[in-house]
């Protein structure tokens, strides 16, 4: 037996499995973010989306739909919505809004599909993606470039809504 086998020798935690800048986030501030990033897109897409069913779709067929008509509503509004909720500096909402039209044009792309393709990637993919990619990234600050991805999804699915909505009750 050696001696350095019966003497307990306390280490400090390895560095790479403490978190450099771990702060706790109370509840009150995960709640003010899930407003910011998650309900104020989806309500947004809700309003652009009926707004775009009751002014534009009476007067066109089929293209461009609700969903397109919110992403160039919230698109041209995007340094305003931009300075509201993200609150960084503004010389940054470039980043916001390209991060916002690079996942507007894919999803734009779903849209077109034809038949049931278009609910399953524009709404069933992406409601869950966007569900889950919520339920953790409200604990941490991004990019510009990550909240316009998030927000579009959240346009996205509000837009959806909205318009169904619109459409069955008007």
Excluded at 50 to 74: A, D
Excluded at 80 to 107: D, H, P, S
Excluded at 122 to 130: A, D, K, M, Q
């Amino acid at each position: 037996m050696d001696i350095t086998d019966s003497v307990e020798i306390n280490e400090p935690e390895p560095t790479h499995l403490v978190e450099e800048h771990s702060t706790p986030v109370s509840e009150s501030e995960i709640f003010k973010d899930m407003l910011r990033h998650m309900m104020a897109p989806l309500l947004l897409g809700m309003f652009f989306g009926s707004l775009w069913q009751i002014i534009v779709m009476p007067k066109i067929n089929l293209f461009p739909n609700p969903i397109h008509g919110s992403f160039i509503i919230y698109l041209l509004l995007s340094p305003i919505i931009y300075k509201i909720l993200v609150g960084q500096e503004m010389n940054r909402a470039k980043e916001y809004a390209f991060g916002f039209v690079l996942l507007a044009i894919v999803l734009s792309i779903f849209w077109i599909l034809p038949q049931q393709s278009s609910l399953y990637c524009g709404v069933f993919l992406t409601g869950i993606s966007w569900l889950w990619l919520s339920s953790f990234w409200l604990q941490f600050e991004f990019p510009p470039f990550r909240y316009g991805l998030w927000h579009s999804m959240g346009v996205n699915i509000g837009a959806f809504g909205g318009s169904v909505l619109t459409y069955i009750y008007f």
